[in-house]
């Protein structure tokens, strides 16, 4: 009886009954790290080794064959079985079920493990210590690491008219009478933004699910945990949800910089400015601004947390800042958070300076505590 991806997940690696393999790819993510750390191993210190151990794609159970000789190269008898090559699966009928367990804990628990024996010459090492999941990251991911469902990644995606050949604009509904509308584009900053959520995620234990804005619909936000990735100029489903009040973006309509992109500072503070206005659109972008707000979500039990900038980078910094752990110390010092159950609603204003269209400072500039 094969493996499959659905007993290793609920008998080993603990996972409920209700376990999707569509959705949580633990199970495929730590078998093809295996893999991967095998064939390095063959291929450098285990060049030379008479038995190669494999896991066959689509397969989890352990295979062992004997390495056929390099052309031209007489290996010595005494290494070399004589036996014909051929994949000898670990699997008896009168006892399948022990050996898949055994095989189970060889490939999901102990992955690590092997890896690391693999590239050290087989020389067994200490149990190796995993990391501690640092405070900070723990204090402010909290909510959507121990909520029900795993959270959802809403990555920004506007909607163009035009062709790429010949020029694209952001739709306009007051002057474009239902155009052809290209959706699939999204900026630099929240493809890099994707990854560094990842990361962060990953160190948690928490897969997430990722989703483009175009395809995103309210009955996602009803029961689910929900990360918005990009500005609401772009990322349009922010506009039925709720969203920040503290500092809102909105376009100018009037001035000098009629038509650009802003942060309005609704409830100024001593010496702060009504707007900040980020690098004019027409200009290399150098300033931008971002904000972090943590709000509830559409059910009050639920968590909405918006990371967008007036452009692509601010939004990439936006996501950067809550990745690091530093500058993760740094908010809930600013937010007075000491404890979990301390971190509350919130509004957040960074600013940005960007070089080459790569952020290179960050600035936390104002932060507003909310009630709900």
Same mark, same amino acid.
């Given at each position: 009886?094969? *493996?499959k ?6 008998e080993?690696?603990?996972r409920p009954?209700?376990?999707?393999p569509q959705s949580d790819?633990t199970?495929?993510?730590?078998a ?5 750390k095998l064939a ?5 210190e285990?060049a030379?080794?008479?038995i190669?151990v494999?896991?066959p794609k ?8 004997? =390495?056929?000789? &390099? ?11 004589? +036996? ?16 898949? $367990? ?5 490939? +999901?628990t ?16 200490p ?10 990251y723990q204090?402010f991911? %909290?909510r959507f690491?121990n ?9 920004s995606?506007?909607?163009?008219v035009g ?5 694209? =604009?952001?739709f %306009? ?10 959706d699939?584009y999204?900026g630099?900053?929240e493809?890099?933004a994707i ?5 962060v995620?990953?160190l948690?234990n928490?897969?997430?699910?990722v989703k ?5 619909? +309210?009955?996602d936000? &009803?029961?689910?945990d +929900? ?6 100029s772009?990322?349009?489903t *922010? ?11 909105? =376009? ?6 009629k038509g650009?992109?802003a942060?309005?500072?609704?409830? /100024?503070?001593?010496?702060e400015? =009504?707007?900040f206005l980020?690098?004019?659109a ?9 904000v972090?707000?943590?709000? /509830? ?10 990371l967008?900038?007036?452009s692509?980078?601010?939004t990439?910094?936006? $996501?950067e800042?809550?990745c ?14 000491s &404890?979990?159950?301390?971190? &509350?609603?919130?509004?957040?204003? *960074? ?10 400072t960050t600035?936390l500039?104002a $932060? ?5």
């Amino acid at each position: 009886m094969a *493996l499959k991806e659905y007993q290793i997940a609920t008998e080993v690696l603990g996972r409920p009954a209700g376990f999707d393999p569509q959705s949580d790819s633990t199970v495929r993510v730590q078998a093809g790290r295996l893999r991967v750390k095998l064939a390095e191993y063959y291929s450098q210190e285990g060049a030379e080794d008479p038995i190669v151990v494999e896991i066959p794609k689509g397969s989890y159970t352990l295979t062992f064959h004997v =390495r056929t000789p &390099k052309p031209g190269v007489l290996a010595a008898p005494v290494l070399i079985p004589e +036996l014909p090559e051929k994949k000898i699966e670990i699997v008896a009928p009168d006892r399948r079920w022990a050996i898949a $367990v055994v095989l189970l804990s060889i490939l +999901l628990t102990a992955s690590f493990t092997l890896s690391a024996m693999l590239l050290s010459h087989w020389t067994p090492t200490p149990t190796l210590a995993v990391a501690p999941v640092p405070a900070a990251y723990q204090m402010f991911w %909290n909510r959507f690491v121990n909520s029900p469902q795993q959270p959802w990644v809403i990555f920004s995606n506007g909607s163009f008219v035009g062709r790429p050949e010949t020029g694209m =604009r952001y739709f %306009n509904p007051a002057v474009d009478n239902h155009p052809f509308i290209l959706d699939h584009y999204t900026g630099v900053g929240e493809v890099l933004a994707i990854h560094q959520l990842d990361r962060v995620f990953y160190l948690l234990n928490r897969p997430l699910r990722v989703k483009r804005g175009a395809l995103f619909s +309210l009955d996602d936000a &009803k029961n689910n945990d +929900l990360i918005f990735v990009g500005s609401p100029s772009e990322n349009l489903t *922010l506009v039925d949800l709720p969203g920040t009040r503290e500092f809102t973006f909105q =376009r100018l309509d009037s001035g000098p910089r009629k038509g650009d992109l802003a942060v309005l500072n609704v409830h /100024p503070e001593s010496g702060e400015p =009504r707007q900040f206005l980020a690098t004019p659109a027409n200009q290399p972008t150098v300033d931008d601004y971002a904000v972090i707000s943590l709000l /509830p979500g559409l059910d009050p039990s639920r968590s909405i947390l918006i990371l967008a900038g007036n452009s692509t980078f601010g939004t990439q910094a936006a $996501v950067e800042y809550v990745c690091r752990e530093d500058s993760i110390k740094e908010l809930l010092q600013r937010l007075k958070v000491s &404890k979990t159950a301390d971190l &509350k609603w919130f509004e957040a204003l *960074l600013h940005v300076k960007i070089a080459h269209g790569v952020p290179v400072t960050t600035e936390l500039i104002a $932060v507003r505590n909310r009630s709900n």
